[in-house]
């Protein structure tokens, strides 16, 4: 029997975070943090056409088997740490001690692994959880080589995307120092999707567009994409982030019947403690909601909300943009 698989997949900055940790929250998972970041997953193409999954099946049948194996710091110890059912009360707090420690140390001495301290492999039900922000494009093909997981595609309203990126980027919050919108290597790859290509779009477009046009481009050819690949499946549904922070209740527990989880009073509890107070830091899951799904409605000019509703009304997302609130 192969071990239950969980696939929460969206855009950076689109609450992933928030949302994967309510999965991580649940006694019964095991949740990895975008172990396909920094390359790990280049045999496969970013954005793959789902034609293509017999050729990469034994890849990513590897790739998978191998995850909850990953004892990288930042994949497989992303705070906070939660109880599980897998672990006594003692390993509990030795996890915990193990993980604070190995964060405080690999400030100075560099990326070291952290002990699970249990043998995962002998607790079959456990479902493993990836969370990505890279692999949106990859989710046809992974929900076709995986056809008994449960896929969640994470969709934050557009403005709201750009918003934060373009707060993350003046913040100086992100690897490398290329703005998203300028990186030119990434938009050749999202021109070559036939999205683009019946649209007429190319590089000269591309570059003659504002910053916010292009951010908005970006997030229109990922998720078209990503809807077209995995159109008709019914392992694979679609979550508004807006709609987690308006009813996180309710919306967790439809997401976890999806994924065959049953409710768990310690995420119960996780989702009162995550929305009742909150953290200023850019990455923190400690936040009031409302204000989060909102706040580009004080971050954006009337122009740039104009310009990105302008690029996205190019595609077909009516029906899937949550309600902007009157007030």
């Known amino acids: 029997m192969k071990r239950p698989l969980i696939l929460l997949f969206g855009m950076p900055r689109s609450g992933t975070t928030w949302i994967g940790k309510i999965f991580d929250s649940h006694p019964d998972t095991l949740y990895r943090h975008e172990p396909d970041s920094r390359g790990t997953l280049n045999t496969l193409p970013l954005f793959a056409s789902a034609s293509e999954a017999e050729e990469y099946r034994a890849f990513l049948e590897q790739y998978v088997a191998q995850l909850p194996d990953i004892r990288d710091e930042k994949v497989s110890a992303s705070l906070p740490v939660f109880a599980k059912s897998y672990y006594t009360p003692l390993q509990l707090a030795l996890r915990k001690m193990v993980v604070f420690g190995t964060k405080v140390a690999s400030r100075f001495l560099g990326a070291i692994p952290v002990p699970d301290l249990v043998k995962v492999h002998s607790h079959s039900q456990i479902s493993v959880v990836w969370k990505s922000i890279e692999s949106l494009g990859r989710l046809g093909v992974l929900a076709r080589v995986f ?171 009516e029906d899937l943009l949550p309600t902007i609130p009157s007030s």
């Not at 969640?152 to 990126?165: D, E, M, Q, T």
């Not at 009031?288 to 122009?303: F, I, T, Y």
């Open 147 to 317: 056809p008994e997981s449960r896929c969640v595609i994470i969709l934050r309203h557009p403005c709201g995307y750009v918003a934060s990126v373009l707060s993350g980027e003046a913040r100086k919050k992100f690897e490398g120092s290329t703005p998203s919108g300028e990186d030119w290597g990434m938009y050749t790859k999202l021109l070559n999707l036939d999205s683009a290509r019946k649209r007429a779009l190319d590089m000269q477009t591309v570059q003659s567009m504002s910053a916010v046009e292009r951010l908005a481009l970006k997030w229109a050819l990922y998720y078209e994409h990503a809807l077209t690949e995995t159109a008709g499946m019914e392992n694979v549904i679609v979550v508004r982030y807006e709609d987690f922070c308006e009813r996180p209740l309710e919306e967790a527990q439809q997401a976890f019947r999806h994924c065959r989880l049953r409710w768990a009073p310690e995420t119960e509890r996780f989702i009162a403690s995550s929305t009742s107070h909150e953290n200023t830091e850019y990455y923190s899951v400690f936040k009031n909601p409302e204000v989060s799904a909102w706040k580009w409605r004080n971050d954006l000019s009337a122009s740039d909300v104009e310009q990105i509703m302008g690029v996205v009304s190019r595609f077909q997302f």
